[in-house]
């Protein structure tokens, strides 16, 4: 038997609805939250790394003398760019060999080299 206290019916289970409607938002706004903050976290972060590895204007800033670094360079003769392994010597750039000179002004750019990962790693 129903007790006539509280009544069942379409009506209260409308409220409850309503309820269940808005817990459920108001949880779903809070994960939103979460993630968007993580989203943020993540993209700072990438950016961090990026501006680790990216290409540093010779103009900008020459790195440390003999240690090998990936450089961006252009030929007078032909125009052409390319990258390689040199280090600066001196206040002049060579190959990774010793044996090629670079003119100054052919090296416009470098970036720290990229080790691959040790044994074990």
Do not use: C
């Not at 269940?20 to 961090?48: C, P, W």
């Not at 280090?87 to 720290?112: I, M, Q």
């Amino acid at each position: 038997m129903e007790d006539s206290n509280y009544p069942i019916g379409p009506i209260d289970d409308g409220v409850a609805n309503k309820m269940n409607e808005a817990k459920i938002l108001t949880e779903l706004r809070s994960q939103r939250d979460v993630f968007h903050k993580g989203v943020v976290v993540f993209i700072d972060r990438l950016q961090a790394e990026l501006a680790q590895h990216r290409w540093i204007p010779v103009s900008e800033r020459l790195p440390k003398e003999n240690h090998e670094v990936l450089i961006y360079y252009t030929y007078e003769r032909n125009q052409y760019s390319y990258t390689g392994i040199a280090f600066l010597y001196r206040k002049l750039w060579y190959s990774d060999d010793g044996k090629t000179v670079f003119k100054a002004n052919e090296v416009t750019h470098w970036k720290p080299v990229i080790l691959p990962p040790e044994k074990g790693e």
